[in-house]
């Protein structure tokens, strides 16, 4: 499986994620030399795993994922969408969080 590209729909709850081939790595930059934390914890790194894992069909209860429940909230009016390739053909999946075992749309692109 190589992942193309991680979005949501409508458009503008995070930016869209395209993958390239070979190795991919998430690293945290800080926009605004206004914020006075030196960490980079926050800023959504281990959130888009978590993306990708939702999209793949995961749990979304508070016991199985606790970041991903609490951000919740925040995602209900979006759908996730993970396009994706196995074996030359290219797929999407799309889940909603506000009705995450039942919003589920799987295809070829």
Partial sequence: ????????????????????????????????????????NGIGKSLLIDLIDFTLLSGVRADHNP??????????DHVIVLEFE???KNYVIKRSSKNPNKDIEFGVM
């Fill in 1 to 40: 499986m190589f992942l193309k590209k991680l979005y949501s729909e409508p458009i503008g709850l995070f930016p869209s994620i395209e993958f390239k081939d070979g190795i991919n790595v998430i690293f945290g930059k800080k926009d605004k030399e206004s914020d006075k934390k030196d960490s980079l």
């Fill in 86 to 88: 196995v074996d030359g």
């Fill in 67 to 76: 970041r991903l429940h609490k951000a919740k909230k925040f995602m209900e």
